[in-house]
């Protein structure tokens, strides 16, 4: 039996909902939540419920909580918690020891018990959910662990990254619409995603739903560490190692497509150098103009989407997409497309030169 790494749960908390499931069934209707918010910048934030200064830690509490329920996690189980975040979270300008990196995952893990338990951090910026992951899979590998949960949080719509982001020229005034001609920028998001991951006959011996296998994964690096969105070549490179042998068989890609004017440029562009003459049958997707931009928190998230396609035969929407700028597949309009997923891509990029790009597949492959 092939033994791959699955995945058992999901949860997340985005601006689109409290829950994986509600998120998703909004993301595929069509549904948006950036709106005008600080600073005259485009922003998304989550449900009323997740505000004030803690709202990190309770969004991840909620969408950790979510993944470990969901996959009905024996107390037993060795488990290794590995936790993503970009930045510092909002409550670090009024209780900084319980909010620097690190501290809010390890203040979720605290709160389940399992037969033993280690916690590590992931920082790789905006591509720190699918990182995490590959630490996940590395943990599970060791033969320590019986599962790991992967977990990743962002609450950046405070003045002081606005401000950073505004500075930078990356956020928009307008409208959050990746890939297209007339772009300018994105909308900040907030959120938090998590996922239990184990092997697929742990899984299948104690019972448990298996949503999605995980058939491939890169966790790699540019030489530029800045500009990350400028080097097609890098991700190419990224896009290639975690397809493998199964490169002719990804039917739907969501992509990081920040919106931003270098990064969708070069990402297409390593996108149509990847897959070649096939590249314009795969169907392509930012989901960032629904979410707004979750930065550590977006990866996760948008692995856990491109699961949810491959179960549901169904690709979220590119929304706001009137002139797309390369010869992609791209799911325009304002609902999802209906088609075969047998196996979804998702692509995060971060600055630092964090590059990472994983594939989900149907268990039944």
Known sequence: MNDAVVV???GAVTPLGSTARSSWRALIDGKSAVSL???GYLDARPPSEFVGHERAYKMLLSAVGEAI??????GEFPVCFVMGQSKPGAGIFEDFFSNVMGSVGARVASQFDFASKSVKNAVAACAGGIQSIFCAISAIESGSFDAAVVGAVEASIEPLYVGAFGNMGVLSRTSARPFDEGRDGFALGEGAAAVVIERKSRAMARGAEILSEISGISATSSSDVINIGRDSLAITRAI???AGNFIDEIDYINA???GTRENDPAEARAILDAFGGRAGAIGVSST????????????LAEFIFSLLATAEDVAPPNLNLIRPLAPLDFIQGKSGRRMCVRRAMSLSYGFGSQIGAVVCAKPAL
């Not at 960032?288 to 990866?299: D, E, N, S, V």
């Open 256 to 258: 990081h497509g920040t």
């Open 288 to 299: 960032k103009a629904a979410t707004g931009h979750m930065l550590g928190a977006g990866g």
């Open 8 to 10: 058992t749960g999901v």
């Open 240 to 242: 290639k190692a975690a």
């Open 37 to 39: 918010g600080a600073g």
């Open 69 to 74: 329920g969901e996959a009905r996690l024996p």
